[in-house]
């Protein structure tokens, strides 16, 4: 049984509360089918309301990830320190050789008027399938472009809405 954990961060420019109304919420699925229809075909909410054992079914646009489907699982969702957790509980990475596949949003206070967001990915992948060990590192690529774009996004609409 091989592990491992890939970890990347990303100052955002926006307060963590605004962050956190992305990252944390339900919103973050219909802003992957938005902004990102290059690497997300759908995103159906399968059960849940955003909380804890929420169900997501992801389907990615062929060729852009490695799965082209899954079903993962909100195993965490801590609004005092912004963190929300999924795991994959259905297809994709576990049909790879992954017998875990977690993937992690933290948002970090930087200040009053800025936060960064700490993406992680945690894995366990069977011996046998030791060589798709760097599925993982597209994941974590996935999520790193994934915080570029909220970037901006939350950013552009700061701009488009200013402080009155």
Not at 2 to 14: D, R
Not at 29 to 42: R, V
Not at 111 to 118: P, Q, Y
Not at 119 to 143: C, F, M, P, R, W
Request: with cysteine.
């Amino acid at each position: 049984m091989a592990a491992g954990h890939l970890e990347h961060e990303l100052e955002l420019g926006v307060p963590a509360s605004e962050a956190w109304d992305l990252f944390g919420t339900l919103r973050l699925g219909e802003f992957f089918e938005k902004e990102m229809p290059s690497l997300f075909q759908k995103v159906e909410l399968v059960e849940g309301d955003g909380g804890i054992g929420t169900v997501l079914k992801l389907t990615f646009v062929p060729g852009t990830l490695g799965p082209t489907c899954y079903k993962e699982k909100f195993t965490k969702v801590d609004n005092e320190n912004r963190i929300k957790e999924i795991e994959v509980i259905e297809g994709g990475y576990l049909e790879l050789g992954f017998t875990l596949f977690r993937g992690r949003f933290h948002i970090m206070e930087k200040g009053k008027d800025s936060s960064t967001v700490k993406s992680t990915v945690e894995y366990e992948l069977k011996q046998e399938a030791s060589e798709n060990g760097s599925i993982a590192s597209n994941a974590i690529q996935a999520l790193a472009n994934i915080a570029q774009v909220a970037k901006q996004h939350l950013n552009r609409n700061k701009l488009a809405d200013p402080p009155k």
